[in-house]
């Protein structure tokens, strides 16, 4: 199969700029063979790779990736590693009750294997920390979906603790939020930090990795071959960790849609800005509604900085503009603007795009797809948790290791199907644009 071109993400990954300048890439030259390839150097394909070197020690592993590992969708991500229920298409995240429940039990064996990564490679709390999310609300329609989701909580037999306007006050320094909504599940991170010491951990552990090395081909001829543009790999086994690329290699046209949103982050404050901030030097809050704005203040490598996320494109040829960049630019000026009046003049840095996929039927395709070659694809928005899940799941079911977790990933179906192309591309942009306009203040 030939790979049809390459996403394209607008601007820069700023939690990756945040970062010292890697060492220089080892792409993939010559021909190389192995146990087991894995195509991808996110969430997903690190996470892949992690659990193979644990259930088939000594064995051949090597990971190729289109860019330089933090570049791409991993590194554009708000750095949530949610463990509740976080369905981006809802009006309040929540689903139906039994699947919330199983989709945390996944959620959280991400978490735990993300943590004893963290810990045992020592990567730092900058990189990985359990600090537990809010979501916030800045209207009096915020409000009651924070409690609607309260209520989905208490069926679900999850702990949780509403805060008032003063308690987020004096968690973000600043007086925009009416109320919140804490759970202590989850992990933030600084995502491109703990990608890229993940993948050191597993090149000094035997694991070949090669960045700038795109699979252009993929073939079967006995075992698989994947072809880069200065080399090959033969492997029996292929484990695809590509996200919604997933289509650029044949598989579930039509399936799988495709998103971009966008995030700008500020340059380093000040101490005299830091000061008028106020509030906790660390925290982040999810908008109580799903289309809201995401805003972090993180404090650690690149100094103290806000990041404000919001907006969304629907995108089928995973490539989106400077142009839509532009635009989603200037929500984030206004929202940061609303929030930080004490901080008129903090200019934006780094501004990005990065791809979501998602499926109508909230889906992973988490499965063989021909004999010997595996997905680990559609996180459906929560690439940390979701990606984390489906790298260390394919591992397990490509390894012949059975779990319940897993049959029940293997029971669900395909993707549904989307509306033909014109009709899906309408439908798409009036939800989003009728969902952000009703989301109004939570932007």
């Not at 790999?233 to 960790?241: G, T, W, Y």
Request: with cysteine.
């Amino acid at each position: 199969m030939k790979v049809r071109g390459l996403p394209v993400d607008p601007g820069p990954a700023g939690w990756n700029r945040l970062l010292p300048d890697p060492a220089p890439a080892v792409p993939l030259v010559g021909r190389l063979t192995a146990d087991w390839l894995v195509i991808g150097a996110g969430f997903a394909g690190l996470s892949a790779a992690r659990r193979l070197s644990q259930l088939d020690p000594g064995s051949r592993i090597v990971v190729v990736d289109a860019t330089r590992i933090g570049e791409g969708p991993v590194g554009r991500n708000s750095g949530f590693m949610v463990d509740l229920p976080h369905n981006l298409t809802s009006e309040d995240y929540a689903g139906a009750v039994d699947d919330d429940i199983e989709q945390a039990r996944n959620n959280r064996r991400a978490i735990e294997f993300a943590s004893g990564i963290a810990e045992e490679f020592g990567l730092g709390a900058e990189a990985f920390n359990r600090s537990g999310k809010i979501n916030a609300a800045a209207t009096a329609r915020g409000h009651r979906r924070n409690l609607s989701y309260a209520k989905h909580l208490d069926a679900m037999g999850e702990p949780y603790e509403l805060l008032d306007a003063d308690q987020m006050r004096e968690i973000t320094g600043i007086g925009y939020y009416r109320n919140g909504l804490f759970t202590p599940g989850a992990a933030v991170m600084q995502p491109a930090l703990y990608v890229r010491g993940l993948a050191e951990a597993l090149r000094s552990g035997g694991v070949s990795v090669h960045e700038e090395s795109p699979v252009t081909e993929l073939r079967r001829s006995g075992d698989w071959l994947a072809v880069t543009p200065r080399g090959q790999v033969v492997s029996p086994r292929v484990i695809l960790a590509v996200n919604g690329h997933l289509n650029s290699y044949g598989f579930l046209p039509g399936r799988l849609a495709h998103v971009f949103t966008y995030a700008s982050m500020t340059r380093a404050l000040d101490s005299d800005e830091v000061r008028r901030l106020g509030g906790r030097p660390v925290w982040g809050v999810t908008p109580a509604d799903p289309l809201g704005t995401t805003v972090r203040r993180i404090s650690g490598t690149g100094g103290e900085r806000i990041v404000v996320r919001c907006r969304f494109t629907f995108d089928p040829s995973m490539r989106a503009s400077e142009r839509r960049l532009d635009r989603a630019a200037r929500s984030h000026d206004r929202a940061f603007a609303a929030r930080f009046p004490m901080l008129e003049g903090v200019g934006m840095e780094f501004r990005w795009g990065g791809r979501l996929c998602l499926s109508l039927n909230g889906v992973q395709v988490i499965r063989e797809l021909e004999e010997g070659l595996f997905s680990a694809c559609c996180q459906n928005g929560i690439g940390t948790a979701r990606g984390t899940f489906a790298g260390m799941s394919v591992a397990e079911l490509a390894c012949g290791i059975g779990s319940e977790s897993l049959d029940r990933v293997l029971s669900a179906p395909l993707p549904s199907r989307l509306p033909p192309g014109p009709v899906a591309r309408i439908g798409a942009w009036l939800r989003i644009r009728c969902s952000e306009a009703m989301a109004r203040g939570e932007l």
